[in-house]
């Protein structure tokens, strides 16, 4: 038997809602690696920022007079402290009840709301980022810092992990946010610092800017069964498989395929971030509404020519 793991009303609530949370799983000492792993990376970015800019963004302006991070990225490969959360019996055991014991760290971020700081994300699924063979990947964040509806905790809609939804715009281009109306009450999803939220890829989430004194940084990490193959569907495939990393059993070399059917969108631009992306698409599509509207009645001189 594991020493680690959900019960199995945890895992009720995964396949029926889409989400668990877990509080606490992670006890302030075993959240120190990490807090030393980002001063020691923040520490290399503001003495070096050239070298560190593929690894870490700092905020423009300091906060309460200290440079700080507000994004670090693939941090699983950036720092031995972030990996030891990663492959943490806590973490993995868990993990397997979800996705069985051959496990893949696809990708990994860090994401910093300083306090009075952070972009809103928008309503929008995981799995269009990267549609893989099967749904069996599991988005999961680990909470630094207490996290508040005031600070921009996740929230989720529930029971909607399903199928696919819509990420595109009228011409089928990707928007990195869900562009059809939805028929659901959102979740805020509080806990305290150690907390760990397991989410399944197709849960549709977003979050709300800090408007609070206090910080919210969230570590993500998503795991995936290594028989889940990506599909490719542009560069933003290849560029995801460079940080991906085998972390527990075997490697199968036979994809398993399974699931709700993927959606693969058309591609515009390249993809810096969901931020930049979901920034462009608001843009684009507030250009679009102006125009729509700027033409749907028929100028004065038109109608007055048809009268005649």
Not at 67 to 87: C, D, K, M, Q
Not at 97 to 119: F, Y
Not at 144 to 160: K, S, Y
Not at 212 to 226: H, V, Y
């Amino acid at each position: 038997m594991k020493p680690y793991g959900l019960t199995e009303e945890q895992l009720t609530h995964y396949r029926e809602d889409g989400f668990v949370v877990v509080p606490e799983l992670f006890a302030p000492e075993d959240l120190r690696a990490v807090e030393d792993a980002i001063d020691d990376l923040t520490l290399r970015a503001v003495n070096d920022p050239a070298n560190f800019a593929d690894v870490l963004e700092l905020e423009p302006e300091p906060v309460a007079g200290k440079r700080v991070p507000r994004r670090i990225y693939n941090p699983f490969l950036a720092h031995e402290g972030f990996r030891s959360i990663a492959t943490h019996e806590k973490l993995l055991g868990c993990i397997e009840d979800l996705v069985g014991p051959n496990i893949d760290c696809q990708h990994s971020k860090l994401n910093m709301k300083p306090a009075h700081v952070g972009s809103v994300v928008e309503w929008h699924q995981d799995l269009p980022f990267f549609p893989h063979t099967n749904d069996d990947l599991v988005s999961t964040l680990v909470y630094l810092d207490e996290a508040t509806q005031d600070n921009g905790c996740l929230q989720v809609m529930p029971r909607m992990h399903g199928r696919f939804l819509e990420h595109v715009d009228e011409d089928g281009y990707f928007t990195g946010m869900i562009s059809q109306q939805l028929d659901a009450t959102p979740i805020p999803l509080e806990g305290q610092a150690g907390s760990v939220i397991f989410m399944h890829p197709l849960t549709p989430h977003g979050s709300l800017p800090n408007t609070s004194p206090n910080a919210r940084r969230t570590l993500i990490f998503e795991f995936r069964a290594s028989d889940s193959f990506p599909i490719y569907f542009g560069e933003l495939t290849h560029r995801n498989e460079q940080t991906a990393v085998h972390v527990q059993g075997d490697q199968p070399r036979t994809a398993r395929v399974g699931g709700p059917t993927p959606v693969l969108p058309l591609l515009r631009d390249s993809i810096a971030s969901i931020y930049d992306l979901q920034e462009r698409s608001k843009v684009k599509g507030a250009k679009r509404s102006e125009f729509a509207a700027e033409n749907k009645e028929p100028k004065e001189e038109t109608l007055n020519h048809e009268k005649r």
